[in-house]
């Protein structure tokens, strides 16, 4: 059975950073694509950044710049540094993944639990 589990949120004020683990099982990790979503209370969930099987990143754009996308395949594990954070990125934040490459679609078949990031001004 696939599963993802994400650690690593917390309370940071602005310009601040988190880094966001996500440590997943159950399935030939270096195979899948990977992503980060996130959703805010009122707001439907958003794509932040994927990682495909070939390491190629795709990021929102309201992240670029700020936020990296990375896997370990030997640890089984993908990671959101998120730097320079703003209010507007406070968020539950869940990792994902799926054989296809949905990109920063919601598509994706297999999701954690989630993380709880807070920004504050």
């Known amino acids: 059975q696939v599963q993802l589990v994400e650690s690593g949120g917390g309370s940071v004020q602005a310009g601040g950073s988190l880094r966001l683990s996500c440590v997943v099982s159950?399935?030939?990790?270096?195979?899948?694509?990977v992503a980060w979503f996130r959703q805010a209370p009122g707001k439907e969930r958003e794509g932040v950044a994927a990682i495909d099987s070939d390491g190629f990143t795709t990021y929102a754009d309201s992240v670029t710049g700020r936020f990296t996308i990375s896997k370990d395949n030997a640890k089984h594990t993908l990671y959101l540094q998120m730097n320079s954070l703003k209010p507007d990125d406070t968020a539950m934040y869940y990792c994902?993944?799926?054989?296809?490459?949905?990109?920063?679609?919601?598509?994706?078949?297999?999701w954690g639990q989630g993380t709880r990031v807070t920004v504050s001004s």
């Open positions: 994902a993944a799926d054989v296809f490459d949905y990109g920063l679609g919601t598509d994706y078949k297999f």
């Open positions: 159950g399935y030939p990790y270096s195979s899948y694509c």
